[in-house]
């Protein structure tokens, strides 16, 4: 395997001023966006890696190991980490380098907190709040008609579902994320421009798999309903195949 071109001297020198192992995750995600470390590649030691972002080995483990939970790297005992796949390069296109762990960090969260809003949801649904949800959907489905994708909507239908939870927090804390979310929603569709129907479809079945668990009361179903969902979402923005 080729041996990868020297890198610039410290790439952080000129970055903005987040948190250093946020600025090393993204560094080392855009060289393997961009083919510098390919699927297969060995990266360069924590040692080595330290000594390039001049940071402490800790920081640099902190970004690996986020790498590695995003499921781009994989470790190998006593031999290094290993890219183990490559995000599509349009990523890079459609999300501002700065902005990629913050999404990450955000699908992070709402993994944690969603499928428990949709349990709760399922438990607590009154009449009212099913039709909230079912509107949404009748929204997107007239969206998938007309051929577009309405973001509005589609975080509607998050909202609908952490208001049915009846715990205000679900529903407060969804709409602090809401930059977040519509960002990442947004990226989701650009990333779509090469199969727009089948993707916006089939995260349409995935938002009915979700009302339909909580409209019938079973709330394990729609807690891995919504766990599924947002875990599908987070894939089709970072992995390379964004055909589904």
Do not use: W
């Amino acid at each position: 395997m080729p041996t990868p071109p020297p890198a610039p001297d410290n790439p952080l020198a000129k970055r903005p001023q987040s948190k250093l192992s946020d600025q090393i995750y993204e560094v080392v995600l855009t060289d393997i966006v961009q083919g510098r470390y390919p699927e297969g590649a060995k990266l360069p030691t924590e040692i080595d890696l330290a000594r390039l972002f001049s940071v402490s080995r800790p920081i640099v483990r902190e970004a690996l190991a986020r790498l590695r939970d995003d499921g781009l790297i994989q470790p190998r005992q006593g031999a290094g980490s290993f890219v183990l796949k490559r995000p599509a390069t349009a990523l890079l296109r459609f999300a501002p380098i700065g902005s990629i762990a913050d999404i990450q960090r955000c699908f992070e969260f709402r993994i944690a907190v969603e499928p428990m809003a949709a349990r709760l949801a399922a438990a607590r649904r009154d009449d009212a709040a099913l039709e909230m949800i079912e509107a949404t959907l009748r929204t997107l489905r007239e969206a998938i008609r007309m051929g577009t994708l309405n973001i509005e909507a589609d975080f509607a239908f998050h909202k609908a579902v952490a208001e049915a939870s009846g715990n205000t927090y679900f529903s407060t804390t969804l709409r602090m994320l809401e930059e977040s979310v519509r960002t990442a929603m947004l990226l989701n569709r650009q990333l779509s421009l090469h199969n727009p129907v089948q993707r916006i479809n089939l995260v349409q079945a995935e938002h009915k798999v979700i009302f339909d668990a909580i409209a019938a009361g079973d709330e394990d179903a729609a807690f891995e309903a919504m766990h599924k969902h947002i875990q599908d979402a987070r894939r089709r923005v970072f992995d390379g195949d964004v055909r589904n």
